[in-house]
């Protein structure tokens, strides 16, 4: 596969992730209004603990994309035992881990977080589905990942979006329309994304079939699990580093406080669609390439991502003031706004650490990775505790982009990218602090502020154009593909306008 499929998965991967962004835009008020904010705290805390549990998957997902991309062309029993071995591990770490998430899950929230006393009853009652539903997104994530092996990221994409969609659409239907309980928006959400877990293992085992356990191979579990131990310790630490602000928010501040800073967190994480949709692209590409020409490709990436992340950073921080006034009101705005504004400088440094962090794991080194986070999750912790307890939410932000930065700095020395390459990232980040400036002195002024955001976006989309060849041929291309559809006037017209009048 050449230039034009990768160009091809990169967009494929961008409109997988912005589909549930804008569902997310539309329900999150909602949610909102009809839920509270002590709910909807409960509710993101739920989907962190999920999450968060992951590690149990003990890296062999990651290991099975990277050794499945690998065996690309490779017969069909060498893919189904690395498949095979992979999902019965995972399905036997998944049942494990519900007996942990059903223990730990539920003490954190009935007794560690400060959650009131009303909602403890439908915490109980909905927990249990959060519980069974833990295997199955495990064994999905094999799923998955089987099809990125092969690039089929239209597939993989649909299957996820249909699921993410839905468990987000059904509950907040049933929150508007039947009752705010979480008893009943978790246990809907769950059964929409095992709906979409069914889905995934019916396509997989149509596709790479025929499987049966008896292809599970000892040998090649060694493997998987060898490459996995270093992306354990990532899945173990990665979460906590990456979600450990809002248990310290809920434990500190009240769950209330959770939901104000979650707000802005999961914007300005859906920000790094580009990122993720890029690292997810280059993953089986780079391990199937291999040494200098995934290294190659990888320094390509991360200039186009440097500008290209910035050109959407840089005015998103101009107008986070003026659209937090009209989509959460202007009381949640004043406070969650300037929070979001600096966690869009810390997703910044952190999506462009994705490359780096996506070309040591491709060519065999997890252990690197898993070495940083294990040295960072200490004094994170740390700092964050007590920036919170003395800036409020706002001082978690900053400890969450300050480790962000210390992180992909580290990431790029490791992978021996050249120093030229880290100086590009200058010009994005002044633009990017001139309209956190602007922004100041516009605030949420309708008029002010919109025309400050075309103003500083269309500087960026200058920098981008202008500094990266890859993404000015991307424009140029897209640009020509739009004119060639553009619909032609009749030949009569055209006639018509160039002959002479009499």
Same mark, same amino acid.
């Given at each position: 596969?050449?230039?034009?499929?990768?160009?091809?998965?990169?967009?494929?991967?961008?409109?997988?992730?912005?589909?549930?962004?804008?569902?997310?835009?539309?329900?999150?008020?909602?949610?909102?209004?009809?839920?509270?904010?002590?709910?909807?705290?409960?509710?993101? &805390? +739920?989907? !962190? %603990? *999920?999450?968060? @549990?992951?590690?149990?998957?003990?890296? #062999?997902?990651?290991? /099975?994309?990277?050794?499945?991309?690998?065996?690309?062309?490779?017969?069909?029993?060498?893919?189904?035992?690395?498949?095979?071995?992979?999902?019965?591990?995972?399905?036997?770490?998944?049942?494990?881990?519900?007996?942990?998430?059903?223990?730990?899950?539920?003490?954190?929230?009935?007794?560690?977080?400060?959650?009131?006393?009303?909602?403890?009853?439908?915490?109980?009652?909905?927990?249990?589905?959060?519980?069974?539903?833990?295997?199955?997104?495990?064994?999905?994530?094999?799923?998955?990942?089987?099809?990125?092996?092969?690039?089929?990221?239209?597939?993989?994409?649909?299957?996820?979006?249909?699921?993410?969609?839905?468990?987000? &659409? +059904?509950? !907040? %239907? *049933?929150?508007? @329309?039947?009752?705010?309980?979480?008893? #009943?928006?978790?246990? /809907?959400?769950?059964?929409?994304?095992?709906?979409?877990?069914?889905?995934?293992?019916?396509?997989?085992?149509?596709?790479?079939?025929?499987?049966?356990?008896?292809?599970?191979?000892?040998?090649?579990?060694?493997?998987?699990?060898?490459?996995?131990?270093?992306?354990?310790?990532?899945?173990?630490?990665?979460?906590?580093?990456?979600?450990?602000?809002?248990?310290?928010?809920?434990?500190?501040?009240?769950?209330?406080?959770?939901?104000?800073?979650?707000?802005?967190?999961?914007?300005?994480?859906?920000?790094?669609?580009?990122?993720?949709?890029?690292?997810?692209?280059?993953?089986?590409?780079?391990?199937?390439?291999?040494?200098?020409?995934?290294?190659? %490709?990888?320094?390509?990436?991360?200039?186009?991502?440097?500008?290209?992340?910035?050109?959407?950073?840089?005015?998103?921080?101009?107008?986070?003031?003026?659209?937090?006034?009209?989509?959460?009101?202007?009381?949640?705005?004043?406070?969650?706004?300037?929070?979001?504004?600096?966690?869009?400088?810390?997703?910044?440094?952190?999506?462009?650490?994705?490359?780096?962090?996506?070309?040591?794991?491709?060519?065999?080194?997890?252990?690197?990775?898993?070495?940083?986070?294990?040295?960072?999750?200490?004094?994170?912790?740390?700092?964050?505790?007590?920036?919170?307890?003395?800036?409020?939410?706002?001082?978690?932000?900053?400890?969450?982009?300050?480790?962000?930065?210390?992180?992909?700095?580290?990431?790029?020395?490791?992978?021996?990218?050249?120093?030229?390459?880290?100086?590009?990232?200058?010009?994005?980040?002044?633009?990017?602090?001139?309209?956190?400036?602007?922004?100041?002195?516009?605030?949420?002024?309708?008029?002010?502020?919109?025309?400050?955001?075309?103003?500083?976006?269309?500087?960026?989309?200058?920098?981008?154009?202008?500094?990266?060849?890859?993404?000015?041929?991307?424009?140029?291309?897209?640009?020509?593909?739009?004119?060639?559809?553009?619909?032609?006037?009749?030949?009569?017209?055209?006639?018509?306008?160039?002959?002479?009048?009499?």
């Amino acid at each position: 596969m050449g230039v034009r499929a990768l160009k091809a998965n990169f967009t494929i991967n961008i409109l997988g992730a912005l589909v549930p962004l804008g569902v997310s835009l539309v329900t999150v008020p909602i949610y909102i209004r009809h839920i509270g904010d002590a709910r909807y705290g409960v509710l993101s &805390i +739920v989907w !962190v %603990l *999920l999450g968060y @549990l992951g590690f149990l998957d003990f890296g #062999l997902s990651r290991a /099975a994309v990277n050794a499945l991309a690998r065996l690309r062309d490779a017969p069909q029993a060498d893919r189904a035992k690395v498949l095979v071995t992979t999902v019965a591990l995972n399905l036997a770490l998944g049942l494990l881990g519900s007996l942990i998430l059903a223990g730990v899950g539920g003490y954190l929230l009935q007794h560690v977080l400060n959650v009131p006393d009303d909602l403890k009853p439908e915490i109980a009652r909905a927990f249990p589905w959060v519980v069974a539903l833990f295997p199955m997104a495990l064994v999905a994530g094999v799923g998955i990942g089987t099809l990125e092996s092969r690039e089929r990221f239209l597939l993989a994409n649909c299957l996820q979006v249909g699921g993410t969609a839905a468990g987000q &659409i +059904v509950p !907040v %239907l *049933l929150a508007a @329309l039947v009752s705010p309980s979480l008893a #009943l928006i978790i246990p /809907a959400a769950a059964l929409a994304r095992g709906l979409m877990v069914v889905t995934v293992l019916v396509v997989v085992w149509r596709s790479e079939g025929p499987l049966s356990f008896r292809q599970f191979d000892r040998s090649q579990a060694r493997k998987l699990l060898s490459y996995g131990g270093w992306i354990t310790v990532s899945g173990v630490i990665s979460p906590i580093l990456v979600s450990a602000d809002q248990f310290v928010i809920g434990s500190t501040l009240g769950v209330a406080a959770v939901a104000l800073y979650a707000i802005p967190m999961n914007l300005v994480t859906r920000s790094q669609v580009f990122p993720s949709a890029l690292a997810r692209t280059l993953f089986p590409r780079m391990s199937h390439a291999g040494g200098e020409d995934a290294r190659r %490709l990888a320094r390509r990436a991360l200039g186009s991502l440097t500008y290209g992340y910035g050109a959407i950073c840089a005015p998103a921080i101009v107008a986070t003031p003026l659209f937090f006034h009209y989509w959460i009101g202007p009381e949640r705005a004043a406070v969650a706004a300037p929070v979001a504004q600096l966690l869009f400088f810390g997703a910044w440094v952190n999506g462009l650490a994705f490359v780096p962090y996506e070309l040591l794991q491709s060519q065999g080194r997890p252990d690197v990775t898993g070495k940083f986070h294990a040295a960072e999750v200490l004094p994170f912790t740390a700092l964050l505790w007590g920036a919170t307890s003395l800036f409020g939410i706002m001082g978690a932000a900053v400890a969450w982009s300050l480790r962000c930065a210390i992180d992909a700095l580290c990431l790029y020395v490791a992978s021996r990218m050249p120093r030229e390459d880290l100086a590009r990232a200058m010009v994005p980040l002044l633009l990017m602090l001139a309209a956190g400036l602007l922004s100041h002195f516009v605030g949420d002024r309708l008029w002010a502020g919109l025309a400050a955001t075309v103003i500083i976006g269309l500087l960026a989309l200058t920098m981008a154009l202008s500094l990266d060849a890859d993404l000015r041929r991307l424009a140029e291309s897209v640009v020509l593909r739009l004119i060639r559809r553009a619909p032609k006037p009749p030949l009569d017209d055209v006639v018509s306008r160039v002959e002479p009048s009499a």
